[in-house]
C-alpha cells in the first residue's frame, strides 16, 4: 500500500514538473553554463517539497481563501517574467550567450539565488499544482499512505530538478555552436512572453 501510494505520488508529481515553464527553462539554461547549478537545484527542489508536504498537511485549503493574494501574485509573476522574456529575446538577437559565464561579481550567486525563488514562488500556479492539487489528491491514501503519497511527489520533484540541472551538461557539446544558443534563448523568449501573456489575462 505504502510502495503503490508512493509510485502515485512519484508519477503524479512526475506529470506536474515536466512540463515546458518558466522555472524549467531557468534550470536548463543554469545548468548549460554550469553556473550555480546545485543552488539552483536545491532552492527549487526544496521549495516544491516544502510546498507539497503543506498540501498533504491541508494547507493548501487556506489558498482558496485568499483569491486577492494569487491574484497579487499573478501581475508580479507577469512583470518578472516578462522581463526575463525580454531579455531573452535581446540575447538571441545579439547572440551573447555562450558556454562560458559572464563574468562574475560577488552578487552573482545572490542574483541567482533570487531569480530561482521568484521562479518559484511568484508563480500562481505552483501553489494549485503542489498545495491543492497533490494535497488533494493525498487525501484519496488512508493514514500514513497519504504521507507516502507526498513523499513519492517531493522524490520527483529532486529527481526533475537534480536530471535537468546536472544533465544539461550532456547538451553542451551541442550548444558550443552560438546558433543553438540562439534558438534556446529564442524559444525561452517565446515561452516567456506566452505565459506572461496568459498571467495578465487570468488563463489558469
Avoid at 521549495?47 to 498540501?55: A, E, H, N, R, T
Avoid at 484519496?140 to 503519497?149: E, L, R, V
Wanted: glycine share 12%.
Amino acid at each position: 500500500m505504502l510502495l503503490a501510494a508512493s509510485l502515485a505520488g512519484f508519477l503524479t508529481g512526475a506529470g506536474l514538473l515536466i512540463v515546458i515553464g518558466a522555472q524549467n527553462a531557468f534550470v536548463l539554461r543554469q545548468g548549460l553554463q554550469r553556473r550555480h547549478v546545485g543552488l539552483v537545484v536545491a532552492v527549487c527542489a526544496l521549495s516544491d517539497i516544502v510546498l507539497i508536504l503543506c498540501g498533504v498537511a491541508g494547507v493548501g485549503a487556506l489558498v482558496h481563501t485568499w483569491p486577492e493574494l494569487l491574484q497579487a501574485l499573478r501581475f508580479a509573476a507577469a512583470a518578472f517574467i516578462g522581463w526575463y522574456g525580454l531579455m531573452a529575446a535581446r540575447r538571441a538577437w545579439l547572440g551573447t550567450s555562450s558556454l562560458v559565464p559572464d563574468s562574475e561579481d560577488g552578487n552573482s550567486r545572490r542574483r541567482v539565488l533570487l531569480a530561482a525563488l521568484a521562479f518559484t514562488f511568484l508563480n500562481p500556479h505552483v501553489y494549485l499544482d503542489t498545495m491543492v492539487l497533490v494535497g488533494s489528491v493525498s487525501t484519496g491514501y488512508p493514514g500514513i499512505a497519504q504521507w507516502a503519497f507526498g513523499l513519492g511527489a517531493c522524490a520527483a520533484s529532486v529527481a526533475w530538478f537534480a536530471t535537468l540541472g546536472f544533465g544539461a551538461r550532456l547538451l553542451q557539446p551541442v550548444f558550443r555552436n552560438p546558433r543553438a544558443w540562439r534558438a534556446l534563448d529564442g524559444g525561452i523568449a517565446v515561452v516567456m512572453l506566452a505565459l506572461c501573456v496568459l498571467l495578465l489575462s487570468g488563463v489558469k
